[in-house]
């Protein structure tokens, strides 16, 4: 597999809309969730490869979410 495929996905990531939701900046729920600004962008903008469950557990603990409130998957569609 050439290696941009290897890195497509068609998972799309709805933190921008939760923490508009919930009145919460970046900042705060990295300070809350206990990691990077830096890694919470990089999720927030859909080009992390990876998501730890303990990260996910606090995310959701935080916004008050599930799992597919914060990602959705549309097959066929590739960020």
Do not use: W, Y
């Not at 933190?15 to 969730?33: F, K």
């Not at 206990?34 to 606090?58: D, E, H, P, Y």
């Amino acid at each position: 597999m050439p290696p941009a495929e290897m890195d497509a996905h068609a998972i799309t990531v709805h933190l921008d809309r939760l923490l508009t939701e919930r009145g919460m900046t970046l900042t705060e729920l990295a300070d809350r969730v206990g990691v990077t600004v830096v890694n919470l962008s990089i999720l927030k903008n859909g080009r992390a490869k990876a998501i730890r469950f303990t990260t996910l557990t606090k995310i959701c603990d935080v916004l008050d979410c599930q799992p597919g409130d914060l990602l959705s998957h549309h097959p066929g569609k590739e960020r």
